[in-house]
């Protein structure tokens, strides 16, 4: 039976954006199990009145899901925050094949791992091959320690999957994207590994979310393997963005789905009409 999720990161309130996002993954898993996940482990800009408002806007809008932290489950907690000792175990897992090591970086690369990245994001440089350090490096750690570690990515190898929604995909390790961060030094896990130790963790069998996080899943893909375990199948959505052609953001001005609520709107509007008549 398939198992789809949606993962709601609360740093604000969920937009129209989300919300068609999330409906298609609730349509793609109408005839097996939805999960919901609450992906709160940025905790300088998580707010538990963002993660309430996410569960009851969701609702408002019709869907239902079978696990999440509202209604429980046999795979939970279903918050991030509250999953660090499972992390901390997929940490250890990684470290003992020699696919990541220690890497001491900037404030700002620690940043950018805190949420699921975007578009813009990956326009950050490759990480230099020639910064790696040394294979075998940090294998004697038992625990992360206070500093971040990367994961050594396959230079050259070309990482290719078909997207259900996008169609074939491939990037070339160490062209398009480099060494990347999998544990940060402040003792919590970078999202690429959050996400794939949690979608494995809770039998999730198809990913469904934007088509900014492309360059994520073949990151993502990697780990996968490293890990042993089996991926997902993948249905990036195509994104919704405004007159400008720009992606939406929780920032965006009356787009949000509580302010469409308290504007009239209907579920159905939220789900299907122009952001003109939306704004409208």
């Not at 709107?265 to 939220?270: G, I, Q």
């Amino acid at each position: 039976m398939s198992r789809g999720r949606i993962a709601p990161t609360p740093t604000g309130y969920l937009h129209v954006g989300h919300a068609r996002t999330f409906a298609l993954a609730a349509d793609r898993a109408a005839s097996g199990t939805l999960v919901y996940r609450t992906e709160d482990l940025d905790a300088g800009r998580c707010r538990p009145e963002f993660a309430a408002a996410a569960i009851e806007d969701l609702c408002w809008l019709g869907l239902k899901w079978t696990e999440g932290p509202d209604v429980g489950g046999p795979h939970g907690p279903y918050v991030q925050s509250q999953r660090l000792t499972w992390f901390r175990d997929v940490w250890q897992r990684l470290q003992a094949t020699g696919a990541i090591y220690p890497c001491d970086k900037s404030r700002k690369d620690v940043e950018r791992s805190l949420t699921a990245p975007h578009a813009e994001d990956d326009a950050e440089p490759i990480f230099p091959a020639a910064l790696r350090a040394p294979v075998g490096a940090g294998q004697d750690a038992r625990e992360p320690g206070p500093t971040n570690w990367r994961f050594r990515v396959p230079d050259g190898e070309t990482i290719a999957f078909v997207d259900a929604l996008q169609g074939p995909q491939a990037f070339v390790a160490g062209r398009d994207f480099g060494d990347f961060l999998v544990w940060r030094k402040d003792g919590l896990p970078a999202y690429e590994l959050a996400v794939v130790a949690d979608d494995h963790a809770m039998g999730i069998t198809e990913v469904v979310r934007g088509a900014d996080l492309l360059l994520s899943t073949a990151r993502q893909l990697l780990l996968y393997r490293a890990l042993g375990w089996a991926a997902p199948s993948w249905a990036h959505a195509p994104l919704i963005v405004d007159a400008e052609g720009k992606r939406l953001a929780k920032r965006s001005a009356g787009l949000s789905i509580r302010e469409l609520r308290q504007k009239g709107k209907t579920p159905e509007e939220v789900l299907m009409a122009p952001l003109r008549q939306l704004l409208g």
